[in-house]
């Protein structure tokens, strides 16, 4: 069983700094691609950053030259750092992998792996 736990989240100031991490175990063959995403009540799930598994990452436009998606060399734990926060990027933010892994006697792919998500909250 793949499991996405997230930690990081919490109460930062308006141009303050934090970094989610996104710890992915199970028995996982292939590590596709990773990102984050976040959301607001009454709204739907937004894509913020990814990273395929030959490096390459993107952004939204909302957060392009503020937030860097990375992972670690094992390529297990994945982060989100997240510089000069605006009041709007509160959200609670949720991990999420594209990878290949055994379920049970069965070894597929699936995009639908996600953690429950963390909570930030940016005041000034």
């Known amino acids: 069983q793949v499991q996405l736990v997230e930690s990081g989240g919490g109460l930062v100031q308006t141009g303050g700094s934090l970094t989610l991490s996104c710890a992915v175990s199970?028995?996982?063959?292939?590590?596709?691609?990773v990102s984050w995403f976040r959301q607001t009540p009454g709204t739907q799930r937004e894509l913020v950053a990814a990273l395929d598994s030959g490096g390459a990452t993107s952004y939204s436009d909302s957060v392009k030259g503020r937030f860097t998606i990375s992972r670690d060399n094992a390529g297990n734990t994945v982060y989100l750092r997240m510089n000069d926060l605006k009041d709007e990027d509160t959200a609670v933010y949720y991990c999420n992998a594209d990878c290949t892994a055994v379920n049970g006697h069965e070894i597929s792919r699936s995009k639908d792996y996600w953690g429950q998500g963390t909570q930030v909250t940016v005041s000034s």
């Open positions: 199970g028995r996982i063959l292939h590590l596709n691609a």
